[in-house]
């Protein structure tokens, strides 16, 4: 299957920092990024769904001010947690699909945030 | 997408097959069946789906019943590397869908 990267892999920053966490689609061109959050022993939660060149689709209750969501080419994209807070403490997924059809969507290996 | 049930948590010993049922009662005709598993602190890999045939691959066979509303997957030889949540996923597939992600079966393979 396709490789998806995140970077990084770990991140431990203080309360009130921004943090960019990064997706990479290493060997194909994602038209569509997705990212998920997963909070302990729970499922993962859809947070929001980008397109290259186009604002994302937050679901409800994610605040888009506060988690920015970058897919300027069709290999990166990019979330941004702002003003992070303790609460914000999570398990960050990022997948893609590519343009060879949707019946696959490839995951990255996740992004453990940890905000003290 | 139509929700899917699975049992919270299955034991397995090792070697031998492991055997993750999933509830489907409400799914439509251009509904797929996905499987996904998730070992600890890592992203979900993808493992098999199907439309209404049996599928098999080098990982598992999926078996979906003919009225299409379970299924069941199978590790034909479990080892303690299969342990982690298996999640079962129908969705449609176009553009527009995600993979929306339930509680999933926590499989346990024991030596």
């Known amino acids: 299957g396709a490789v998806v990267s995140q970077h990084p892999s770990r991140v431990i920053c203080k309360s009130g920092t921004s943090v960019k966490i990064e997706c990479r689609s290493l060997?194909?061109?994602?038209?569509?990024m997705f990212w998920y959050r997963q909070f302990p022993k729970q499922s993962l939660m859809l947070m929001a769904t980008s397109n290259e060149g186009s604002k994302a689709t937050y679901e409800q209750g994610v605040e888009k001010d506060k988690f920015l969501i970058n897919h300027a080419s069709l290999t990166l994209s990019t979330l941004t947690v702002t003003s992070a807070h303790p609460e914000d403490s999570s398990f960050y997924i990022c997948s893609a699909r590519g343009e060879r059809g949707y019946n696959e969507q490839f995951f990255g290996p996740g992004t453990r945030l940890t905000v003290l | 997408d139509a929700k899917t049930t699975q049992p919270p948590s299955m034991d397995c010993a090792e070697g031998r097959a492991a055997n993750l049922p999933c509830n489907h009662s409400t799914i439509s005709g251009n509904e797929y069946v996905y499987w996904y598993r998730q070992i600890h602190s890592q992203g979900p890999q993808y493992i098999i789906h199907g439309l209404k045939n049996n599928e098999t691959n080098e990982m598992a066979s999926l078996i979906i019943t003919e009225d299409r509303k379970s299924s069941t997957l199978i590790l034909p030889h479990a080892t303690l590397r299969d342990t982690a949540v298996y999640y079962c996923i129908v969705r449609v597939n176009n553009a527009g869908n995600m993979l929306t992600f339930g509680g999933g079966t926590r499989l346990m393979v024991k030596p």
């Open positions: 060997d194909f061109q994602a038209t569509t």
